[in-house]
């Protein structure tokens, strides 16, 4: 299932609901309640209160806009600033309906053009703007929030601005999406464009006491450090993934990037703590040939950044594809034959790499085919360890794939075992034995060569891989069929 769906699980156990439907019962912020001076008005529309003042004017249809960013625990001191500078100008403005609904659009995999707004404020000109930046920024300057990605941050936050629409327009892309829109100089409507970087239509031009503030941000790059990044793996509202080349040696790392504030998981961890706690554990792990190794740790602007050895290799799941004999349209007992030794040489090398973690106190927390790299060599390492703690932590995992997670009543190394069985586990129990009139061995392509008898898994003491107590996910490596022929499959799950 695709990530993007997480936030419309959370607001029913059965259902999927839209995440403006989450009860705010004791986490409204405070402002929510509070008596309205005399002509304002308060209207909740989804996630947002708008507060608007009676007579204040016609807003134009779209300009320079403000955004506030904010946690939880201060959003309540930035509201009561930004309510006491735009009660007195009669400024429009609209904030977030509470404190669930924020932690839910800074998630990890929220979407990274608008993770972090808590407040918006409309200026009628450039020279309020101006005005209301400079009066908020004594109120409320330096308070922590997430970097918002689509604007330009004004001194040290929590302020930033953004060209964009003042009112709801609509137009279909050239994707074919509905999208917001806002008007160009001809009359005609293009793409309000909320993207993970700062952007100025290009019939504007930037206000003069905001070019500092550009040349701030320009200043946050990786340009002068001995990285240079080839190519972005993967985004999240977290950060980013890349593969990268050190500039010193010419060896190809791999760079994890993690925003702060940003990328919280159920437990409110954001993505700085997490990225501090990989390096923790890697170097808890140093010496092991299947962790990579950490090579840098360095900080731009409210980026962190982990430096990593690059494991060449495939993924389990993608290097399955490639051997699956059943995968052909015609195939044979000997091809068979070597995909399940081969299988059976995976399942030992995974339950192997997550003992060498325990035994030094680590639980992985996030074991699935997806992971795990298989080396040019036929070796195995494990990759991700964004969850992973020291088993004395008590830490459980906030994130993981949801088809390998171990059950909650799971803890300490537990739930790497139960997902070290998940790996290997079919979702029924082999045969131990061969059937009446077969050879040793000839129907059962599990067992190991010149026996009947299955590896037994380290887990549970059973024979490997029949009874792990799998239930879903995972592959397996073949089960007898009437003609003797073996079937299985790795990376299989709903």
């Not at 009561?80 to 403005?93: H, L, Q, T, V």
């Not at 409110?268 to 990579?292: F, H, I, K």
Request: proline share 7%.
């Amino acid at each position: 299932m695709s990530q993007k769906y997480d936030v419309y699980c959370m607001v029913d156990r059965v259902f999927f609901d839209s995440p403006t439907e989450l009860k705010e019962d004791g986490l409204e912020f405070s402002l929510s309640s509070r008596a309205l001076p005399e002509g304002w008005s308060r209207v909740q529309r989804g996630d947002w209160v708008m507060y608007r003042p009676e007579g204040g004017g016609q807003l134009p249809q779209q300009g320079w806009k403000i955004h506030a960013s904010g946690q939880a625990e201060n959003a309540d001191r930035i509201l009561d600033g930004i309510w006491e500078c735009c009660i007195a100008e009669c400024i429009p403005f609209k904030h977030l309906s509470g404190r669930q609904i924020l932690r839910t659009r800074n998630m990890k995999y929220a979407h990274r053009g608008s993770s972090g707004k808590l407040v918006t404020i409309y200026p009628r000109d450039e020279a309020q703007l101006k005005a209301v930046l400079e009066a908020l920024d004594l109120r409320i300057g330096g308070e922590v929030g997430p970097y918002i990605l689509s604007d330009l941050r004004w001194n040290a936050g929590p302020l930033y601005v953004r060209y964009g629409g003042f009112v709801e327009r609509q137009m279909v892309s050239d994707l074919g999406l509905l999208v917001q829109a806002i008007e160009a100089p001809d009359g005609t409507l293009v793409p309000d464009r909320r993207d993970p970087t700062f952007h100025v239509p290009p019939w504007v031009t930037l206000p003069e006491f905001l070019a500092p503030h550009l040349e701030a941000r320009a200043k946050e790059s990786l340009e002068d450090l001995p990285y240079r990044v080839q190519k972005v793996l993967h985004f999240s509202n977290g950060g980013g993934l890349y593969v990268g080349e050190d500039k010193r040696t010419g060896e190809q790392v791999v760079l994890k990037e993690a925003r702060a504030y940003a990328g919280l998981t159920v437990d409110g961890a954001d993505a700085v703590t997490r990225l501090q706690r990989e390096r923790d554990v890697l170097e808890r792990l140093a010496g092991l040939s299947v962790v990579p190794k950490v090579i840098d740790y360095f900080v731009v602007g409210d980026h962190h950044f982990l430096v990593e050895e690059f494991l060449d290799g495939q993924p389990l799941n993608k290097h399955f594809g490639q051997r699956y004999p059943y995968n052909k349209s015609r195939t044979d007992e000997a091809e068979i034959a070597e995909y399940t030794v081969w299988a059976l040489g995976i399942c030992r090398a995974v339950e192997e790499a997550v003992d060498a973690l325990h035994g030094r106190g680590v639980v992985f927390g996030d074991l699935h085919p997806f992971n795990v790299m298989v080396r040019p060599d036929g070796r195995v390492a494990l990759i991700d360890y964004e969850v992973a703690a020291g088993v004395e932590s008590k830490i459980r995992p906030a994130l993981g794939n949801p088809a390998y997670a171990a059950p909650s009543d799971r803890n300490g190394v537990r739930p790497g075992l139960y997902q070290a069985c998940d790996v290997h586990a079919p979702d029924r129990p082999a045969p131990l034995r061969p059937r009446q009139g077969e050879a040793a061995g000839s129907g059962d392509r599990h067992a190991v060569p010149g026996t009947t008898e299955l590896p037994r898994c380290r887990v549970t003491g059973h024979p490997r891989p029949a009874a792990c107590g799998r239930r879903r996910g995972g592959f397996h490596v073949g089960r007898a069929t009437p003609a003797g022929a073996a079937s299985g499959r790795l990376g299989a799950h709903p």
